[in-house]
């Protein structure tokens, strides 16, 4: 069955950095676009980065546009986000999230997904 396993999460101040992990596996990971995407306290799902199967196309919400770079490893099965430049305002569970198609779409909607892990907290505070 599908598993996405997310690690790196912690609290980290504001304008540090953490890369989050997540290992995939249960499918065909190079057949499908990955998204990043988050909920913060007391909000919905936020989409926050897309990658398409091969690499070469990424998107990114607006307030992470250059602060945050999306990634993967095809060979590892193994999906990045390295985030730097850290906002209190990026405080949330973050979840790593499988495509339905490889399609690639900015700021996609939930249809577009249909498996994601368990989440990692990241907390930006002083």
């Known amino acids: 069955q599908v598993q996405l396993e997310e690690s790196g999460g912690g609290l980290v101040q504001p304008g540090g950095s953490l890369t989050l992990s997540c290992v995939a596996s249960g499918f065909t990971f190079t057949a499908y676009t990955m998204y990043w995407v988050r909920q913060a306290p007391g909000k919905g799902l936020e989409w926050v980065s897309t990658?398409?199967?091969?690499?070469?196309?990424?998107y990114y919400e607006s307030s992470v546009k250059g602060r945050f770079t999306i990634s993967r490893d095809n060979a590892k099965k193994v999906l990045y986000l390295q985030m730097s430049s850290l906002k209190p305002e990026d405080t949330a569970v973050y979840y790593c999230?499988?495509?339905?198609?490889?399609?690639?779409?900015?700021?996609?909607?939930?249809?577009?997904?249909?498996?994601r892990g368990q989440g990692t907290q990241v907390t930006v505070s002083s």
């Open positions: 999230t499988k495509g339905i198609s490889n399609r690639v779409k900015s700021d996609p909607g939930i249809d577009e997904y249909d498996y």
């Open positions: 990658i398409s199967t091969g690499g070469g196309i990424t």
